[in-house]
Structure formats: C-alpha cells, structure tokens
C-alpha cells in the first residue's frame, strides 16, 4: 500500500458525518437470518457520483438511482440483497419508488436524494411487504458504528463480506474513504450484480467527483472480469460530504491528484477482492499487455485472454498453457504479430517471438501452481499497456451455476409469480 | 432431410474420381494405434475453394493452404492430427512445405496442387521423423473406399469421426457431395481446430464453388460455439472435379441453387455435429433470433446467448433460466427494448413483454430438462432474424481442459522441444 494511506476501521462508515444501519427481512432467505437491508446515509448534503450497468437490460432501481443522481441532491442509499429487481416491469418501478419513498418521509429528505440499490434473483417482484415495514427500525438504528454491517447485508452468493476503509492527509487535513463491495461472479448464481458504495468526507466539487469516479471506475471495476456476464443492476455509488472540514479540492490541483489516488486506491482493493471472491475461484491472475501500437488494442488482448474459458480451465488446472494465451491474443482483433509475441509468467520466460522460451517446464509449472501469479504479454508493437485483473474457471463454478429452480419454484409457492 | 437428397456411404470418398487412405504414424499417440494421417486425391484436375480462421496467429499450414488455393489448381489434401503446427515459426513453414513436397513427389503434382491441415497441440515441433516417411505408402493406399478413415485420421478430442455423403439430381444427372469434419471444442483440449474437407462430382466454374463455399460456411460452420473460442488452424477445404459428367453450373442458374441447397444441407449437418460432438457437451440447443432491427443486431443477440457461461451452465443444469437468458440479450449491444422480449422454449412462452409468462414452470423445467430443445427470442423490432447452434457449458469440460502439461512433459523427453 502506498505509504500515504494509512488503512483504517469502519467501511463506509469510517468517513466523519456518516451513518448507516443494516436489518434482516427475509428476502435472502426466509428465516430472516441474514441482512440484506441496509441505508447509508449522510448527515448533511453532499455531492455524488455513480456508473451503473451499460447493459440495456436495466433494473429498476438502476434507472431509478440514475435519475436521482442526475438531480445531484443524493444523500442516501437503500439497498437489498436477495431479488434484484429487474425484468420486473412497472411493478418494479413502483417498488424501487415505494423504497426511496418510504426512506425519504422517515429521514424528512426528498425522494431524489435516495439512491436504491438491488442485487438478487432476476425476474421475480420483490417482497416488498417484508422490506417496507422495517423502513423506519432502518432509519432508528442509524448510527456511525455500523460500516460493516451494510458490507455484510449486500453480499449474495459472497463468501464474505468485503470493505475497505483508509485515511490520508490533503493539505495538513485527515481525510477518510470507506467501501464496501458485494461481486461473485459479476453476475451470481440465483443473484445478479456488483453493488459498491463508497463514502469520504473529503470536500469537492461535484465536478471533480465525477471526473474522478468516472476514471478511477475505469481503473479498477471496468478491469475485471471472473465469467465475462455483465448484470443488469451493477452500480457504483459515491458519496462526498466535506466534512472533514477540509477547504474545498479542485479541478487539476495536487490536492485533487492526491484525493483520485486515495479513491483508485480504494477502488482497486475493492475489486481485486471481488475477483479473489469470485465464485468457487481458486486462482487471482493479473494479465499485463505491453507494448500494444494503442490503447484499445492492449485492452481488447488483455479481455480476449482475461476472458477466455479455454485460458481460464488451464489456469484451473495450474497449467503454464502459452499456447492457449497466445491463441486468445491472435482472435483479439487487435493488431498484433505472432512472431513479435512474448509471453512471461511471473517475469519468466514462457513464448518469445511467439515460439516456445527455454524456461524450464517445471519452473513455469510452478508458477501457474501458485494461487497468485501475473501473465505478462509483450506485444512489441509500440508503447500502450492496459492491465485486467481475472480469475480462472472452475468445474465448481458450473455446478454451482447448473440451477436456480429451486428458488423460483418457493417463489411461485410464496405468490410471488 | 430435405427429400430432394438421399444418403450415401462413403464420405469424401463417396463422389467420383476422389481417392483417399489414412495411416497411423503415432503423431496423436506413441504407439501408433489410431489413424493420424490422411490424404484425399482428385484424380483429375478441379476447382477449389476455402475458407480459414481470422485468428491472427495462424498455424503454418493455414498460412501455405492459403496460398495454395489463391493458386486454383488443388487437387489434393495431406491433414494429420496430434500437433497443429501452430506457433512453430519458420520450422513450422518449412515442414508444412515438406509435407506438399513430398506428396507432390510421389503423385507427380507440383507442391502448389496440395493442401496441407494440421490440428493438435500448439506451440510443439511436428514429429517429422514420423510423418515424412509413412507419405509414400499413403499414396500407395489411396481407394473409393477408405473414405471414412479420413474422418476417424482426423479426429482429436472427438468422441467419434464424422463425416455425411448425399446424391441429387440436377438437370437428369446424379451427383455427389461428401464430407467430413473435426471439432469438438471451437479448439479442444491440448488439441486445436476444426477441420473440414469437402469433396464433390459437381462440375462448376471455380467462382460458383468460391462464392457458394463463403456463404454456406456463413450459414453453417459459422453459426456454431461450444466455448467461443476460436482456433489457429480452422479451415474448410472443398474440391469439386466435375467428374459426375453434368454440364458445368453457372452462377444464378437453377441447377447452382441446387447445389447450393445441397452444400449447405452438408456443411450444415457437419456443423451440428461438431455441437453435438463438443467436449463433454450433454445438450444441443438452437438459439432463434427474430424481429431484430437489422441482421447484425439478431446476430449480436445470437451470440451471447449462445456463448454467456451463464446461460449455458443453466442449461447444463435444465434450468428453464430466461433472467439470464434476457440479460445476455440486454449486453450484447443490439438495439433492444427489454419491454418487447419475448422468450419461448420449444414454443412455450418463458417470458413474455420482459416479465415472466405464465406457463406453469415444470413444463418449462420438462423441456430444458431434454436433451435437445430450442430457445426462440422474439426481439419485436424488425424483421431480421439470425440462428446459431450451441451447448451447454459442463463442469466436465472444465475438467477435460484444465491439464495438457503431461502432453508438454512428454513432447520435452521426446527431444521435440
């Protein structure tokens, strides 16, 4: 970690003037065992900040949140885990209203400056009579000390709960980001989505937070992928309410490049973990592509290789394939050529000049053997890099994803289609 | 079957004037036990026509059966399987020419009348050694009979060779088409490829068989994915001598829509094959695609149905899953609107304007639970329509994929790399 960041408690509610809250209302699983309703909230204005899905499938509370966001006056954030709320029709933009509704009468706030978030089954209406009468115990329990807690009440088919929190100096000021993230799998099993919310009561423009969000998202969540789904609900919310009492930080300033470091950082150590806590994942796999004649042409090698099942199952099986690597760089479409290809697992040698290296086989081996290790693709082309971070493919992953009947099948006995 | 064709034996031997012969040299195993070498003859001069992958590395004999056929005189075709020949540089080059050279010898041709195919392990050495002198008893060998050895020379990771031969009349004359093919992965397992040959008495100008050669590949072998991979060494190669003594097909005349229909039912039941033949696949299933605005945007949508990890693991599993079936829909950037999709499994409504239909959900579960079903989408835009074949995604395939180190391990003790 860069030595500038000092890595603190709390999540999103680590940051000065946030409070947030989480209840069980047995949406994730009858029996109400599990959280999976949570609010953040800031207790003055803020700006925000957000990127939600670009597939024209869309949620409900996707197109709901995007609407609030435009109005720039959000404050607070509802999610659920359990039903995502998609294919849900009018009815479920009733019940992503009804949510931001029922949350703004309780905290005396518009509706627009609710930002509603679901991740859950698709296609199936949400219970909406087991999450609006906990609304106002929502609102009752919101306090500074309970960050975790909304971590915990997003995750679906998670193994864990994932947040980062970290502090730093803007100026002589102590300034704080807190994160929490929900993936595991881009998409889920029964579930659908990556859900991250970030706080900071760091004081900026509304300007200066979208640039950053919008570049730092590019950063970190556009560079990841565990099956290559893209969800109809993925949303990244920011929140800033300058509370660290700090002057405001503007545009191009250096107080400005330190805040979008603090943010790529916190952004990065998120999505990392939701590769690491991608489904039934066993590898953690950085592809780095070097050398591309531009831009698009690193990133489209680094997807074509992040996402290819064939590269994945040999990943799986702890298999040093150059060979399966090199094949997915050739179907890119990017300009590349064979001869100039050279591949490096862990910095060692595996193609150069796209034949077969000297490296020893059983030193690659080991290599793809770790539960951790880096592809480097030199394309030898000219000066774009573009950096994706991916994991491999396990036969646990399709078994896990063979059937999500049985859920649909309670939710036709429970009425609810 | 169309009752216009009727089914002979025989596969690329079947149509006049083409001899052919396999032997076993131990390129796919030591012991030399299976066929992995074969070669098909024109007895008398003929027009060809090709097509081969887009991927950018290309194996060395794509890149020589490529130059080849821009020749027009091929007249006859060695392919081996067990190594691809891919990622061999200049090596690769050189035994590919090799292999022309010493076929044209024996067959008194020159090395430009030959098509050379490779499909195996990449980035390995060809054992030449085995190959170079089997070439002359394989000329020796050449029959009408040995058609079907072709197809078992050929195979990989394929459970089974496979090949199709029909008869039809045009204009009072009886002609013949043959084939076969390989697969079993878009690329299988330590191996690579699909490969198919094509030979036929039909007598056409070459520009008739170029142009109905594209566009039947489009409509067949193209239409595909079992893991949307895509090989090096993909290459269909058809040879027609004429031989059935039929007046010569011109373009846009009844008797080429003839041969047409009957080159398309022929590619088109090769490519099934393929699909029914992938790595560890237990379903076949049919994505339809109807009422796009364009043709590209059906083909979009096609594609990542066909190719989402997510939906094809749900199949896997006979889930009747359209939350994910829609939500490929909703990434594959064709212009929808989520509010018009309509889903139908086997004609049976699964969703219905975005939501869930009404059809009771085991009847739904009873047809994803066939081995065989079709998924019909209904974009309600326009009036374009696009089909492709696909699988389901097993946890087994990711098991057969996840090692071929022990094939590396051994190439290493054999001297070859």
Not at 19 to 48: F, H, M, Q, W, Y
Not at 137 to 145: G, I, N, R, T, Y
Not at 264 to 274: D, G, I, N, P, W
Not at 338 to 347: H, K
Request: charged share 20%.
């Amino acid at each position: 970690m860069d030595p500038q960041f000092t890595k603190i408690k709390g999540g999103v509610g680590a940051p000065l003037g946030f409070l947030t809250s989480a209840v069980s209302c047995g949406i994730k699983n009858p029996d109400a065992t599990r959280l999976d309703l949570a609010l953040i909230l800031s207790e003055s204005p803020c700006v925000s900040a957000g990127t939600f899905t670009t597939n024209r499938v869309k949620a409900a509370p996707v197109k709901l949140s995007h609407a609030h966001l435009r109005r720039g006056e959000l404050r607070a954030i509802i999610a659920n885990s359990g039903n995502a709320n998609a294919c849900t029709g009018v009815v479920g933009i009733r019940d992503a209203k009804i949510m931001c509704q029922t949350v703004a009468k309780e905290l005396q706030l518009n509706a627009s400056q609710i930002g509603v978030c679901s991740t859950g089954v698709i296609g199936l209406p949400m219970p909406m009579s087991r999450i609006e009468p906990r609304i106002s115990e929502l609102v009752q329990k919101l306090s500074p000390k309970n960050g975790s807690d909304v971590a915990a009440a997003i995750i679906t088919s998670d193994t864990h709960p994932k947040e980062v929190a970290i502090s730093f100096d803007i100026d002589g000021h102590k300034v704080r980001i807190g994160g929490c993230v929900k993936g595991a799998g881009m998409i889920s099993p029964s579930m659908a989505t990556m859900l991250c919310f970030i706080t900071t009561d760091a004081h900026l423009t509304s300007e200066c937070l979208r640039k950053a969000t919008l570049e730092m998202v590019e950063d970190s969540f556009n560079r990841i992928t565990i099956d290559g789904d893209m969800s109809t609900n993925d949303t990244v919310l920011v929140l800033a309410n300058g509370r660290s009492g700090m002057p405001v930080i503007r545009r191009n300033s250096q107080a400005c490049k330190i805040f979008r470091a603090a943010l790529r950082h916190v952004m990065l150590e998120l999505a990392k973990a939701v590769v690491r806590d991608g489904e039934r994942v066993t590898k953690f796999v950085t592809v780095d592509v070097k050398g591309a004649r531009t831009y698009l042409d690193a990133k489209k090698v680094a997807e074509a290789v992040s996402k290819s099942a064939l590269v994945k199952s040999s990943w799986n099986g702890g298999d040093p394939n150059w060979g399966r690597i090199i094949h997915a760089v050739g179907y890119s479409r990017a300009r590349i050529r064979e001869e100039l290809v050279d591949i490096y697992l862990n910095g060692k040698a595996a193609c150069l000049g796209g034949l077969q290296a000297t490296t020893p086989m059983d030193e690659l081996r080991s290599i793809a053997a770790k539960p951790e290790f880096t592809v480097e693709i030199h394309l030898n082309q000219g000066e774009a890099n573009y950096t994706m971070y991916t994991s491999d493919l396990s036969p646990e992953y399709i078994d896990f994803n063979r059937s999500e009947y049985a859920y649909w099948k309670q939710a036709r006995k429970d009425g609810l289609i």
